[in-house]
Structures are given as structure tokens and as C-alpha cells.
């Protein structure tokens, strides 16, 4: 029992080719769409299949705040194809391993997890029911580096369970802010700490 309101936040989590899924998650307030998810799209074909999502969320009435994708590996070309279309000004490339100064969280990954925690810690939220995405949201483990929040990488987390978190990074990434686009790169870190479960 929640009330749909405010615009609609789209997470693009983009896949290299294998068994790894490009994943669209839509988030409008506490309520989040059952997510889309494809394999073997290439760049354009995962840009107009976002652009046919957002066109769809708008015939709904809904108007559509922010587009986020993730620039730290194969979401460019999906990038630079939604920046040439209708939706240019509401597209945000993002670096998730850029650095924070917030004193909390080691870097931009970390702060959208922490984020979503609070989002999901502040009920109702309405999420599908997808078991892939809540597996994914509640395994994703997390260390700390010099006193600040960074969460497990991708690449430790698929050795880990034989698959990338691609439903829990779609969520995630609509929790960035639109009006930043942090433009540092991120920057090699050393080894992790134990791990905990999130």
C-alpha cells in the first residue's frame, strides 16, 4: 500500500557478452518496476530498448528524471547512443569507483549502496518479485579502507557466486544523484579487508 509519486529514476546496468545480463531497473518514489533484462544487446540495441522503456513509463503519465549508467566498462556505447537521442539531457554517465569526500564511504559505489540500504530501511517499498534481485541486494558483502564504507567488486563477487550482481547494480545506480557526474577516474585500490554480509 504505497503511493506512486514523483518521476521516474532509470538504472542501466549494461553486460559484456556471456552469461551476464543487461538489466533496466525503474524506480518512481517507493515503487519499483519489475526490471527488464536481456543478454546479448549490444550498445544500441540496449539504448533503444531504454528509450522504448522511457517512452512507455511517460505514456503512463509519468515524467522521467535521470537515466544512470554505469561508464566503468561496457555501458558507453549505451551511453553515447542516449545522448543522441530524445532523452540527451537526462542521461548520466557515472564512475563508480571515483573517490568520496564524505568521510563515510571510500567511493561512489559505496555511497549508492548506502543509499539503497536506507531507501530499503525506510518502508513501504514495493520491489519486484524477482528472486535474482533480492538475492543479489542482501549477498553483496563489505569491508572498510581506511575507516571508509567499499563494497565487494564486481569481478570477486561473480567468484564468489558464479554470476555478475547485474540486478542488484541496475537498483543501485538510481540512487545516484543526476545533478553529479563525478569526472574522476577511479583509482586502483589494495587488498580488502575480511568480509561481512550486508
Not at 555501458?75 to 537526462?90: E, F, I, M, N, T
Not at 554517465?93 to 559505489?109: E, K, M, V
Request: aromatic share 8%; hydrophobic share 30%; charged share 25%.
Amino acid at each position: 500500500d504505497i503511493e506512486i509519486i514523483g518521476h521516474w529514476h532509470i538504472g542501466v546496468d549494461a553486460a559484456h557478452f556471456g552469461d551476464d545480463e543487461s538489466v533496466i531497473h525503474m524506480r518512481r518514489g517507493r515503487f519499483n518496476m519489475p526490471q527488464i533484462k536481456r543478454r546479448g544487446l549490444d550498445g544500441t540495441q540496449l539504448a533503444g530498448l531504454v528509450e522504448e522503456q522511457c517512452r512507455t513509463l511517460e505514456a503512463s503519465g509519468g515524467h522521467i528524471c535521470s537515466i544512470t549508467i554505469e561508464l566503468d566498462g561496457p555501458g558507453v556505447s549505451c551511453y553515447d547512443h542516449l545522448r543522441l537521442g530524445k532523452y540527451r539531457p537526462l542521461v548520466n554517465g557515472i564512475h563508480t569507483g571515483a573517490r568520496q569526500s564524505d568521510d563515510a564511504n571510500y567511493n561512489l559505489r559505496a555511497l549508492l549502496w548506502r543509499r539503497a540500504k536506507e531507501y530499503l530501511q525506510d518502508k513501504p517499498v514495493h520491489l519486484p518479485n524477482d528472486q535474482d534481485l533480492r538475492i543479489q541486494i542482501s549477498s553483496m558483502l563489505y569491508s572498510f579502507k581506511d575507516g571508509l564504507l567499499l563494497m565487494q567488486k564486481k569481478p570477486e563477487y561473480k567468484k564468489m557466486y558464479g554470476r555478475s550482481p547485474d540486478s542488484a547494480d541496475a537498483f543501485i545506480l538510481t540512487m545516484a544523484d543526476p545533478k553529479k557526474n563525478p569526472s574522476r577516474k577511479p583509482s586502483q585500490s589494495s587488498g580488502n579487508s575480511s568480509w561481512v554480509d550486508f
